[in-house]
């Protein structure tokens, strides 16, 4: 059922996450959103330094986006979403990293979540990327 809602209420999102700061983009309606956290949640070592916070704030920004999909938030199907942090990942990221951004996607309202560490993506790139993570349950 949920994946019906989602072919006919796609919320598809690609975050960027920045020290103190993630850019939203919603690809279906091109809408794009940067939140900032009232505290900060990174660390001077590492992009997610407070996990409550950054996932409070990320939960924040996903609800106050106007449209999911062109339907209002009240009929739209969870989100499937590419994490991609930009900032403080020289080496890539760890397992325990890389768990945790998908911990945080997860936490923030995303039905499915998918890291991506590289080049940012075009929006038929996001979508490409979660077509692997789509046809898992």
């Not at 949640?41 to 996990?51: P, Y």
């Not at 020289?90 to 951004?101: C, H, M, T, Y």
């Amino acid at each position: 059922m949920i994946d019906l809602l989602q072919k006919f209420f796609g919320s598809t999102l690609y975050v960027q996450v920045f020290v103190d700061r993630f850019e939203l983009k919603h690809i279906e309606t091109g809408e794009k959103k940067t939140i900032r956290p009232e505290k900060p949640f990174s660390h001077q070592r590492t992009l997610l330094g407070d996990f409550i916070v950054a996932e409070a704030t990320l939960r924040s920004g996903i609800k106050g986006m106007a449209f999911m999909g062109g339907a209002k938030r009240m009929f739209a199907a969870l989100p499937i979403a590419v994490i991609h942090p930009r900032e403080n990942i020289d080496g890539g990221l760890s397992q325990v990293e890389e768990r945790a951004f998908q911990e945080l996607m997860l936490g923030s309202g995303a039905r499915k979540a998918r890291v991506w560490v590289g080049a940012e993506l075009r929006d038929d790139e996001v979508k490409e990327k979660l077509k692997e993570v789509v046809g898992k349950t």
